[in-house]
């Protein structure tokens, strides 16, 4: 092999190496778990996650649990598990609390989890929007033949 296509191929395999050390970095950082909320309570990767590992947690808002601070844009409220309504959680997210959000709404969190506290605390919060502004369904067409 010359000298020249030797130090071509290993340019070509630095970059290959640099850029897949680059693509893990940034799947590593920013994949997250999701669990619900009795997964996060009770399973054993639930009690696995550190204090700073991200992870992301959907459940239904708690009707009378949403304490809502305009003034320094902080929601606290509590969610509970579709499946298991006796596992609940309790959760703050500091920002704008979104127009859809009221309870008996299924809310998805991610953020980090205190077990101590059975706290959430979000960075993210998205609700999904009621079935109102779902489409209604299209008449069926009726045959003219």
Request: hydrophobic content about 35%; overall charge neutral.
């Amino acid at each position: 092999m010359k000298k020249s296509n030797r130090k071509v191929l290993i340019a070509i395999l630095v970059i290959v190496i640099g850029v897949g050390f680059l693509i893990y970095r940034g799947l590593s950082s920013t994949s997250v778990y999701y669990m619900t909320v009795a997964e996060l309570k009770t399973s054993s990767l639930g009690q696995q996650l550190g204090p700073d590992q991200a992870v992301r947690v959907g459940g239904l808002v708690i009707n009378g649990s949403v304490d809502y601070n305009q003034r320094d844009l902080v929601l606290r409220f509590a969610l509970k598990d579709e499946g298991n309504p006796q596992q609940t959680i309790t959760a703050i997210y500091k920002g704008a609390r979104p127009d859809a959000f009221e309870p008996d709404i299924e809310a998805l969190l991610e953020g980090t989890y205190d077990r101590d506290q059975n706290l959430f605390q979000a960075k993210t919060l998205l609700v999904k929007c009621p079935s109102k502004y779902e489409s209604e369904p299209k008449p069926e067409k009726e045959n003219t033949q």
